[in-house]
């Protein structure tokens, strides 16, 4: 865990706790797409119901930032999370559709709500790191089309190397955005 300390060398339960918190929440973000992309691509009976799980992830991301920056806040940024993650599998749906334009096109509106999502987060928080997030945010979606696109290839080595990837990415980015929220709001922590 790379979490900011309130004293050198001393975490607060309150850090770890918001740690752990962030990093189950992203943990479960890339798992349960995993699942809902898997299910997509291979027409499994459980598509609906793993899709819906996935969702439920927008509002637990959202839930995670009311205690900081109140329902409105932590309602918009769960919307900005439910839009990247129905983008996502409309975006997988194209590609195994073979329907190129609208994979261009998702792709296109998948960029633009990360960006949406970073420009959030460094509203809200003056010590969140808009760039080197936005890189990680970045990162995140190639890797992720990355491992649709080996799912659809049918090369399940990579899939599961790029998924690899793609959970260390997901935990620097709980990471990242622990550490704003402590340094933000030092005095909670």
């Not at 309150?14 to 962030?22: G, K, T």
């Not at 990093?23 to 291979?42: D, G, K």
């Amino acid at each position: 865990m790379h979490v900011a300390a309130s004293q050198p060398g001393c975490l607060s339960r309150a850090q770890v706790d918001l740690n752990n918190q962030m990093r189950s929440l992203w943990e479960q973000h890339v798992a349960w797409t995993r699942m809902a992309i898997r299910s997509i691509v291979f027409s499994l009976p459980d598509t609906d119901v793993t899709v819906a799980r996935l969702l439920q992830n927008a509002p637990d991301m959202g839930d995670a930032l009311k205690p900081f920056y109140g329902a409105a806040a932590g309602d918009a940024y769960a919307q900005l999370i439910n839009e990247h993650l129905v983008i996502a599998a409309d975006l997988v749906k194209a590609a195994k559709a073979g329907d190129q334009t609208a994979a261009a096109a998702a792709e296109k509106k998948w960029v633009a709500n990360g960006d949406q999502i970073v420009e959030f987060l460094s509203r809200l928080n003056p010590y969140f790191p808009k760039e080197e997030f936005r890189q990680m945010f970045y990162q995140h979606l190639a890797l992720t089309k990355g491992e649709a696109v080996a799912l659809l290839q049918k090369d399940y080595k990579q899939s599961v190397q790029l998924y690899d990837s793609i959970e260390r990415g997901a935990l620097a980015m709980a990471d990242m955005l622990t550490n704003s929220i402590i340094r933000q709001f030092l005095q909670c922590f």
